[in-house]
């Protein structure tokens, strides 16, 4: 169980959007627009396998579907059909080995769809996420006062427009058997361990999504092709443990920067949809190690 618990740590490094150790997850987001009707709701469902290779070397395979519905009821100048929902799925896979008795290493790629799926699916539907990551995870450590995880790594990701890697590092930390913290991106939080079933925590962490509109259209005259939102929220937290593996938690909280953006095909910002910061909660049931 220590080992699967550890590749699970590595794989859930490399995808980022998921909380480390989650074997599936179905969860629910909404972002309500501030003075408005319009409205951003998110079901999200994953599920993710380790397939031992031989002692210590994993190949993990896993997907995560996301089904976005923007719910545009404002006054729009543009046809807002084409804006309805928003579907962006991930194969998430990853191979990991350890490097040495306190480092592990790990190779991860995240083809990815992301599109309103109006028309038949083309190349402008498709992207590509990978990285390489080094973990030293000392958490089931028994020589350890402090247990902690450690991740460094290099990020490719096609749907942020950079051209080039971009570093990753994040540090977790238990201070006690009630307290512990995490630091990094996409998020920081402190955790207070009420008891064996009950958690509570506060939070400070990225969300969103980029996507291609396959019904491009024309928006003050420029054409737009794609879409985005990003947001940094903060809140607080609380999660209650059913079983041993079976989780249900909740997240509130408020935007902190919200940004969603109708862009061209160079991913210039043509029409910004909402900017105004507004209420978040994100709810659901997880299965973890």
């Known amino acids: 169980m220590k ?18 150790t989650d074997i599936a997850r179905v969860e629910y987001s909404f972002i309500p627009k501030g003075n408005s009707d319009d409205q951003y709701t998110r079901v999200r469902a994953l599920i993710n396998y380790p397939i031992e290779l031989k002692e210590d070397t994993y190949f993990v395979i896993g997907t995560d579907y996301n089904r976005i519905y923007l719910n545009l009821n404002d006054n729009y100048p543009f046809n807002r059909s084409f804006l309805e929902t928003i579907t962006v799925i991930d194969l998430n896979l990853a191979y990991t080995y350890k490097m040495n008795e306190k480092w592990r290493v ?3 790629i995240a083809p990815r769809l992301a599109s309103t799926l109006n028309e038949k699916i083309t190349n402008k539907d498709f992207f590509i996420n990978g990285g390489v990551f080094f973990i ?19 990020t490719y990701n096609t749907t942020t427009g950079i051209p080039f890697p971009l570093p990753l590092v994040s540090y977790y930390r238990e201070l006690n058997k009630k307290w512990s913290y995490t630091v990094g991106i996409p998020r920081m939080n402190l955790k207070y361990n009420i ?59 408020a935007t902190l920067r919200m940004n969603n953006v109708l862009r061209n095909e160079n991913r210039e910002n043509v029409f910004t949809l909402d900017n105004v910061n507004t209420f978040y909660l994100r709810t659901g049931i997880k299965f973890k190690i």
Do not use: M
């Open 195 to 253: 008891n064996e079933k009950n958690n509570l925590q506060s939070f400070l962490g990225l969300d969103g999504y980029f996507a291609h509109l396959q019904r491009p259209t024309s928006v003050n005259g420029n054409q737009v092709d794609n879409i985005s939102l990003s947001v940094i929220v903060a809140g607080l937290g609380y999660e209650y443990q059913f079983a041993k593996h079976l989780v249900w938690y909740a997240y509130s909280g």
């Open 136 to 154: 030293k995870d000392r958490t089931k450590a028994t020589d350890v006062e402090k247990p902690y995880r450690l991740i460094l790594g290099l």
């Open 106 to 108: 790990a190779y991860s």
């Open 3 to 20: 080992k699967i618990v550890t590749v699970f740590c590595v794989f859930f490094s490399l995808v980022l959007n998921a909380q480390l």
